[in-house]
């Protein structure tokens, strides 16, 4: 069985930073691409990073140079750092893994980022 638990969010003021953990089970997470998405209210989600077996890693334009993802393969967990946070990135916040075994995607059930003075 598949599991991907999100943790970290909360509200933080503009400018603030948050860092979101994603800890994966049931995938042979080393192989297996991650990534993160956000739903904001009426929008649709939209990738925000991505990080490859490989540790290649691919960003959205919106957050390029404020948010870093990684990954430890020896702890299953892919981690978003995301600093100098604005109002427009206040969503609900998607781990997502790729398995290229199962050939499907998995989700998590979403962390609520709130930016807000």
């Known amino acids: 069985q598949v599991q991907l638990v999100e943790s970290g969010g909360g509200l933080v003021q503009p400018g603030g930073s948050l860092h979101l953990s994603c800890a994966a089970s049931?995938?042979?997470?080393?192989?297996?691409?991650m990534g993160w998405y956000r739903q904001a209210p009426g929008k649709q989600r939209e990738l925000v990073a991505v990080i490859t077996g490989g540790d290649f890693t691919s960003y959205a334009a919106s957050v390029k140079g404020r948010f870093t993802i990684t990954r430890d393969n020896a702890k299953n967990t892919v981690y978003l750092q995301m600093d100098s946070l604005q109002p427009e990135d206040t969503a609900v916040y998607y781990c997502?893994?790729?398995?290229?075994?199962?050939?499907?995607?998995?989700w998590g059930q979403g962390t609520q980022v709130t930016v807000s003075s």
């Open positions: 997502n893994a790729q398995d290229p075994y199962r050939g499907r995607p998995y």
């Open positions: 049931g995938i042979i997470f080393s192989n297996t691409d």
